[in-house]
């Protein structure tokens, strides 16, 4: 259930339109702002799948939220299809879910037990000719080890004389590099060994495991070569907080167009624990696109059989051979956020456009000692705007390199009837201004007045803009230098009579004068040296890429390569449409080893039914 909470501070002054959601944090009054607002109260245990929200592995509270910490006595076997995963053997016809008396070995009764006496042969001669088990706990846990043995009475002639154990973290990047491949009829998973054992005569087994998340744990057993053996039980002990966990809000709806303000949170992350806090937004109240297939070879479609398009509640109704995917909805919704620096607290949701739908997502990243706590997030968002729609552009848009240049930074401001109005224009620049020129509105010069005129840009003061000065353009005259390729001047309007409202940014729109253009536009890598040393500074490499002139979503990929040529990484995969896009490496190859210092090659490769594109930077690697 949603509560409400209206503040009524009975202010004097104009009404406000500013509203805060809280998710979490139901022990803590509302914020204290000396204006009125609307308060959304969240509970962390709202979240519901039919809403697209989820919390894996999370001990979830009105207060906050935690990875869920594993009990070293309690067995994890009989458990892990109730935490979400599955336990699979290996059968003539590939992997499948565990049958029959498999469930003897985690059934919890030391009286009964699986035989190893050739019976899970199901064609005889044909298949896997060893007993294999994968327990997939659905997450990564940290184990602290195994345990496995025959019943009391066969203890001494039933035991196990050779097995295999192994482990995989579920990285897919990782897939068909480990040592370890069990492949059958093309259904193949792989694995590190961790124990191997050729000639054991003990009948209690008792194995521990290497502090390093793990998703699935492989164990091999073949026959014995003097009579067959038996498992009683073979039980999972876990430690610590379970080492990825996630919390996904429902979708917000936030009652129409909004100016997203600032998100702010509050937890901790001790002990080398990590938060990743993301945030997306769009305009409906689905991020995804739902693919039934036809039957008819590879054709697949978004519509039901009625010719409807497939939401989430009728794509869970559609014959599992006839559900064909999910995918992102790029035409509606933009990609997740880079998550935010959890230390600074807060952060500016990366839209530059009106929003009426949002989601939040945390990444809870844990080691065994110790994982991270949530304890709320809040949002702050602006309805109605300031205006229905703010068209801008700058000219020049092409100038020399640190050659003082004359930019005319025009706006088209659209207002409608409920809208706010704004006074107040900022410019971002890439460094301090040499002077603000003139500022016009409809052709009109106004006395220039800088309300604030520092390092980061500057702020102009304006008339009131409101629905009477709709469509009246805007035109601030400066002077700047640009030291960088596709420096962005961003700005944000606001009404400085309603301080507490969120500014509304600029959308810029570039018109594109010839089509004949490659689809890769920007390719962008920060810093060009970085050092992944964990000291906190340049640990990590930002990318950033536009796509141009793209209808439908293509393959994107970046591989990462060293003055060989050899490919040594592999930094980004998905699937886009047009759009800015950003992500972010961390010098670590596919193995999740640091790459050694040196001079690297990302090459960012575009695939469409016309070929191939492809873009290429070099970076340094230091530390």
């Keep these: 259930m949603v509560v409400v909470v209206l503040i009524a501070l009975c202010l004097l002054g104009p009404a406000q339109a500013l509203t805060i959601y809280r998710i979490g944090g139901a022990d803590q009054s ?33 207060q906050r939220v935690i990875p869920q910490t594993m009990d070293p006595n309690a067995n994890l076997a009989p458990q892990i299809e109730a935490l979400g995963g599955r336990i699979l053997i290996l059968e003539w016809n ?15 009764d030391p009286e009964t037990a699986y035989l190893g006496d050739g019976h899970y042969l199901r064609v005889a001669g044909y298949g896997p000719q060893n007993k294999y088990w994968v327990f997939d706990f659905g997450g990564r846990f940290f184990i602290d080890r195994i345990r496995f043995f025959p019943r009391q009475q066969f203890q001494f002639n039933r035991f196990v004389e050779r097995f295999t154990v192994g482990v995989s973290d579920g990285d897919p990047l990782k897939e068909g590099t480990r040592e370890y491949v069990v492949d059958w009829r093309g259904s193949a998973l792989d694995f590190d060994i961790v124990h191997r054992v050729s000639e054991n005569t003990e009948p209690f087994i008792e194995l521990a495991f290497p502090e390093e998340p793990i998703k699935q744990l492989f164990v091999e057993f073949p026959e014995n070569t003097r009579g067959i053996w038996e498992i009683a039980e073979f039980e999972i002990y876990g430690k610590g907080a379970v080492a990825q966990a996630t919390y996904t809000s429902n979708i917000i709806d936030l009652g129409g167009p909004a100016v997203l303000g600032p998100i702010r949170w509050g937890g901790e992350t001790p002990g080398g624990s990590k938060i990743d806090l993301s945030i997306r937004t769009g305009d409906d109240d689905d991020p995804n696109t739902y693919w039934r297939s036809t039957f008819r070879g590879e054709e697949r479609t978004r519509f039901d059989s009625r010719g409807r398009p497939l939401t989430l509640a009728g794509y869970n109704r559609l014959a599992r051979g006839e559900q064909d995917g999910i995918t992102a909805d790029t035409e509606n919704w933009e990609f997740w956020s880079v998550p935010f620096e959890f230390a600074a607290g807060q952060g500016t949701v990366p839209t530059d456009r009106l929003r009426r739908y949002v989601q939040i997502n945390a990444d809870f990243h844990s080691n065994a000692e110790t994982g991270g706590r949530l304890d709320y997030i809040e949002l702050a968002v602006s309805i109605p705007p300031v205006a229905s729609s703010l068209i801008a552009e700058i000219f020049p848009s092409r100038v020399a390199a640190r050659t003082p240049t004359l930019f005319t930074y025009t706006i088209d401001p659209r207002l409608e009837a409920d809208d706010l109005g704004f006074d107040r224009l900022a410019i971002d620049t890439p460094e301090r201004v040499q002077g603000v020129e003139a500022v ?45 390729f596709n420096t962005v001047f961003s700005g944000r309007v606001r009404d400085s009579t309603r301080p507490f409202e969120v500014p509304q940014p600029i959308t810029v729109q570039v018109d594109l004068l010839n089509l004949d253009q490659h689809i890769i536009g920007t390719f962008d890598l920060n810093p060009a040296v970085f050092t992944p040393n964990g000291d906190g500074v340049n640990d990590q490499l930002q990318i950033a890429f536009d796509l141009l002139y793209l209808v439908n979503t293509i393959d994107v990929e970046i591989m990462v390569y060293d003055l060989a040529g050899r490919a040594v990484a592999q930094a980004l995969r998905l699937q886009a449409a047009s759009g800015h896009f950003t992500s972010t490496w961390n010098g670590r190859d596919d193995d999740t080893k640091l790459l050694p210092p040196g001079l690297y090659m990302l090459r960012l490769t575009t695939k469409t039914d016309e070929g191939e594109e492809h873009s290429q930077r070099l970076i340094s690697l230091v530390y």
């Design 30 to 62: 509302p914020p204290a702002l000396d204006t009125a607002f609307d308060f959304i109260q969240i509970a962390w245990e709202d979240v519901d799948p039919q809403a697209h929200g989820r919390a894996d592995l999370l001990d979830v509270q009105h």
């Design 94 to 108: 590939g992997w499948q879910q565990w049958r029959d008396d498999d469930v003897l070995i985690f059934d919890g």
């Design 440 to 484: 016009r509105i409809g052709g009109v010069d106004i006395a220039v007045e800088t309300s604030r005129l520092d390092d980061d840009g500057f702020e102009v003061v304006l008339p009131r803009i409101d629905r009477q000065r709709s469509r009246e353009q805007i035109e601030v005259y400066f002077w700047a230098e640009v030291f960088a």
